[in-house]
């Protein structure tokens, strides 16, 4: 254990989906050792569907070595098309903005992405605890002790929260913290078998159908990823949801997309039934503090976006690599911890404005369709420039400079 280490003490990290892994592999970049701790009996890796992580996220697992496994695992994606039910285009967009070593935004199999973070944890020492649920926590001057369900507790000298939108963490730092809050939009995926679609490589089909959104992309002659959002109000709770079977989910998005120029009823049919299982999106406004004492928030637990803004990885793992140069570089824990908000805090916000807008046209009346249609080609050309969509995509975290330096004011903006 290095300085760093010895200044700080082990970190438990609650949490061992996207965030976890990554924050223990940027924290031993860091000179400190982590722990971490997953509620799930069992590995996830079988569970969900795909997601994006774009090139800022790339960019940001590259700086502790860790993105080109997901790279080999996942779908080079360069393009977005965007049209109407009634196929119309609305615009083309860059989905990421090259590395320089050529990787760009890549779409990945949930279960995919899981085994590559954890496999590359594992491999460096990292040490995951499964069957561990935090109930509580409690904070000393010297460090802290988190309780499991189980019974068990675990010392340390400082806690990550990386236990998603639902986060335990979250609500044990502040009660009156912010709670998710609904989208308006349920969300289903699936892999369809067997279909061959005319859709360019690397090209990520978007439509905005009369009554919902659908998505996809094709990873290979013979399969197609795809998802839908549907707009439902109020938001229904997760028993009614379940009570409903995935054959009348698959029927109702039969029906629902049955009048749009998409291949999405086709898609639907190819695809295993049993996979239609719809969830709920919400979004979370970060709380006022990031932290209290010796505990923080990274991803998921301190900011979501719906999945939309196709940013929900990439911000996690920016997160933990900020949080661990933070650390690094700044000589008290709470100076650090304050670093780190302030460091990420106005982008996320800006990511989280520009998710709400999205998820408002993904739910627009037949009225506001039709303002939408006439008016996002506009948008989406002026968007398509580069130098647009650079603060997102082309966001970059110098890991080798030093926190307060001059690529710092860059980076937070």
Known sequence: MNRVGERYGRALVIGGGIAGPVVGMALQRAGIESTIFEASPVASDGLGSFLTVASNGLDALRAVDAHLPIVAA????????????????LGVIDAGIPLTDGTTTTTIERARLYRALHDQARDRGISIVHA????????????????????SEEHGGFLVGADGIWSTTRYLLDPEAPRPEYAGLLGLGGLATGVDLDVEPGTFEMVFGKRAFFGFISPRRGRVLWFANLPVRPEPDRAALEAISPRAWKERLLEVFADDAVPARELIEATDEATFRPGAMHTLEPPRHWHRGRAVLVGDAAHATSPSSGQGASLAIEDAVELARCLRD??????????????????????LRTSRRVNS?????????KIRDAVMPLVLRRMAAPERQLWLLGHHIDFTGAVGGPRTLLAAA
């Open 74 to 89: 996942g779908l080079r994606t360069e393009r977005m098309v965007l049209s109407s039910g009634t196929g119309k285009c």
């Open 132 to 151: 561990r649920r935090l109930v509580a926590l409690e904070q000393s001057p010297d460090g802290v002790v988190a309780r499991f369900g189980d019974g």
């Open 330 to 351: 700044v000589p008290d824990l709470v100076g650090a911890f304050h670093a780190y908000q302030q460091l990420r805090e106005r982008r996320v916000r800006r990511v």
């Open 361 to 369: 046209d993904k739910a627009a009346g037949p009225f506001a369709r």
